[in-house]
């Protein structure tokens, strides 16, 4: 069986920072990337980051660009994401997904950690 959980979130003022981890159990076979994803109440679920399981290749998205760094520990099967710089927009559940291809749509990432809470205020 295949497992994510991520942890890491919290409450945190704006302008601070804080690491999202993503721990992995289970083999998974054939999958391409690891994703960050977001999601704020009423609004759609956002692809912020992935990182190519392949070769490393990484990509963030515009919002989040300059601030956010993703990485990954291919031994423990951990995936990281640090967040610098925050701010209210940023205040969001954020999952960790696997799937086949490097891609910021949700529907192609096959498994999903159950989210973390992200809260970015004064």
């Known amino acids: 069986q295949v497992q994510l959980v991520e942890s890491g979130g919290g409450l945190v003022q704006p302008g601070g920072s804080l690491r999202l981890s993503c721990t992995t159990s289970?083999?998974?076979?054939?999958?391409?990337?690891i994703g960050w994803f977001r999601q704020a109440p009423g609004k759609e679920r956002e692809g912020i980051s992935y990182?190519?399981?392949?070769?490393?290749?990484?990509y963030y998205a515009d919002s989040v660009k300059g601030r956010f760094t993703i990485s990954r520990d291919n031994a423990r099967d951990t995936v990281f994401l640090q967040m610098n710089s925050l701010k209210p927009d940023d205040t969001a559940i954020y999952y960790c997904?696997?799937?086949?291809?490097?891609?910021?749509?949700?529907?192609?990432?096959?498994?999903w950690g159950q989210g973390t809470q992200v809260t970015v205020s004064s």
């Open positions: 289970g083999y998974i076979r054939g999958d391409g990337a």
């Open positions: 990182i190519s399981i392949t070769d490393g290749h990484t």
């Open positions: 997904a696997r799937g086949p291809v490097p891609t910021t749509i949700p529907r192609f990432y096959r498994y």
